[in-house]
């Protein structure tokens, strides 16, 4: 239906419909074209009679759905579903950790024309191997993702364009996107544990491989709806290095990302690495900003990147690497 309202003008739309028995998890409610906060609903199966009905992380204007039909011979399942229409709207990280299959690392496209090895570009994703019957678990089993991210090197200003380096890095790892512990300063906290190979496929002297484990928790400071700090220590431990047994002198053992940021505006962002020999380390740096407050209806973000320091790749992890500055495009930061 079409709405005309009058200034001050207010209507209130009820739609009904019936939930497949199956459905769980989290459902974003957006009212399009126009500024309205989205609605966050959980859906939690209902237990069977005798059993206690599973918590939800949200508790304001709880709502019944009438009962799904159910295979025969076996009870109805009803789900629970839950909304906060007074919540502010979730920073793009809740959302994208609560899909499957979602964002793991930023994905980009960038140029840049500095010495070679002017342009890069990286995917990376992560997948939830096993999903419960509770959205909300913090079991291992439920938690439990792989991730591959690749990232490469392009030298545009070579006779044939080559690929400089290309560095392919799967992981497996128990994550949590919010662990629940949070105060008047800190306002979310994940935390993800793991282990990582990462290596550039290569043989002979060109040949670099690391295997780690890590543990990295993300902080989050202030309103993410608003604008607000991100802090997440990376910090792993070698448990493989035959190709460059050297490499913690010049990466360490410690990737620290800052950011600060806005959800719909501008975010700064940037990875330190300190090697354990003095003078050895890194910085990249991204600024982002989102491409649709330009161009409304696109997607993803235009970025600005600069890298100065020691292995941008694992190839060059013991060069130091003229400065790089690059534009370009990213669908996730």
């Known amino acids: 239906a079409v709405l005309n309202l009058r200034p001050g003008e207010s209507r209130t739309i009820s739609y009904r419909a019936e939930w497949p028995a199956d459905l769980r998890g989290q459902v974003r409610l957006d009212v399009t074209g126009i500024d309205a906060a989205p609605v966050l609903v959980t ?7 005798g059993q206690t009905a599973p918590a939800t992380s949200q508790a304001p204007l709880a709502a019944t759905t009438p009962a799904a039909s159910a295979p025969e011979g076996k009870p109805p399942v009803t789900p629970i579903v839950t909304a906060d229409n007074n919540a502010p709207a979730p920073a793009p990280a809740d959302l994208r950790d609560a899909q499957r299959l979602s964002f793991n690392e930023p994905m ?3 140029f840049g024309a500095h010495d070679g090895a002017n342009a890069k570009f990286q995917i990376s994703f992560k997948y939830r191997i096993f999903e ?3 959205p909300n678990s913090k079991s291992v089993l439920d938690n439990l993702y792989f991730a591959y991210t690749q990232f490469s090197l392009w030298d545009l200003a070579g006779d044939s364009r080559p690929f400089k380096d290309t560095n392919y890095r799967p992981s497996l790892y128990y994550y949590l996107s919010d662990t629940g512990v ?5 306002s979310r906290l994940s935390v993800a544990t793991g282990f990582e190979h990462e ?3 290569r043989s002979g002297d060109e040949s670099r491989g690391i295997n780690t484990l890590f543990v990295k928790p993300t902080m989050y400071f202030g309103d993410q709806t608003d604008w607000h700090w991100r802090v997440a220590p990376k ?4 448990v493989g290095k035959s190709d460059n047994e050297d490499i913690a002198h010049y990466r360490g053992y410690m990737d620290l990302n800052i950011a600060y940021g806005k959800p719909d505006s501008w975010e700064l962002a940037a990875t330190l690495r300190k090697g354990t020999r003095k003078g050895y380390g890194s910085v990249d740096t991204q600024l ?3 491409l649709a407050r330009l161009l409304p209806g696109t997607a993803g973000f235009l970025m600005a990147g600069f890298f100065y320091g020691y292995g941008e790749s694992l190839l060059y992890y013991n060069q130091k690497t003229p400065w790089q500055f690059r534009i370009g495009y990213a669908l996730s930061r």
Do not use: C, E, H, I
């Not at 910090?235 to 070698?238: E, G, P, S, V």
């Open 43 to 49: 859906l939690n199966r209902a237990p069977v009679p």
């Open 108 to 110: 980009y496209l960038m």
């Open 132 to 134: 419960g019957k509770d």
């Open 182 to 186: 949070k105060n008047s300063v800190l």
């Open 199 to 201: 290596s550039n496929g």
């Open 235 to 238: 910090l792993y431990a070698y």
């Open 288 to 290: 982002t900003y989102p």
